[in-house]
């Protein structure tokens, strides 16, 4: 079975307790209809398992079939740099594939993000090394499409939904 590489680190977007008994990893691309179908499962389980759950996010855009994954991975990271990736991830997601550059800078904005400084960083493509960072650590862990979930460390086979995760994170728990 194929293993996280590298594991979860500082470098990596994460929500939840730092020493947390239970780990989900997904690897996402913010145009991916499943992705977006993904988006209120793995919330709800983040929400049921706060305390328990370490919860990462890692960037796959696929590029070939999403012509707009990779700004919106590069919109997540110029919110990052203004301490709102999650905001700006759980907004794109909710927006219906909406990542156009005006999309982005207007959700900047909503969020009260420099939208100078925002801006800036997107058109330059400034956060791409981080993106692809990413993208080979997704191809160095066995990751072929979207969502890609990684269960204590351990690519997640089974389907999605919240029952399916949930067990598998419990098991992961020995």
């Known amino acids: 079975m194929a293993e996280l590489t590298p594991p979860v680190s500082v470098e990596d977007h994460v929500d939840g307790p730092e020493r ?17 179908a993904a988006y209120p499962i793995v919330k709800r389980i ?26 919106g991975a590069q919109a997540a990271e110029a919110s990052a740099a203004q301490g709102a990736f999650w905001e700006m991830h759980d907004r794109m997601y909710e927006s219906g594939g909406a990542l156009g550059r005006d999309d982005l800078v207007g959700y900047a904005s909503g969020l009260g993000l420099d939208t100078f400084r925002f801006t800036s960083e997107l058109d330059s493509s400034a956060h791409a090394l981080r993106v692809q960072r990413d993208v080979d650590s997704g191809l160095a862990s066995g990751v072929t499409g979207t969502p890609g979930f990684f269960v204590g ?4 086979s089974g389907s ?3 029952s399916s995760l949930v067990a598998a994170l419990e098991m992961s728990a020995g």
């Open 160 to 162: 999605f939904d919240a």
């Open 20 to 36: 947390a008994e239970l780990e989900l990893v997904m690897y996402g691309d913010f145009q991916c209809p499943y992705c977006t």
């Open 46 to 71: 983040r929400d049921q398992l706060a305390n328990r759950l370490l919860f990462a996010f890692r960037h796959f855009p696929l590029r070939d079939i999403h012509p707009d994954a990779e700004r």
């Open 153 to 156: 460390g351990r690519l997640h």
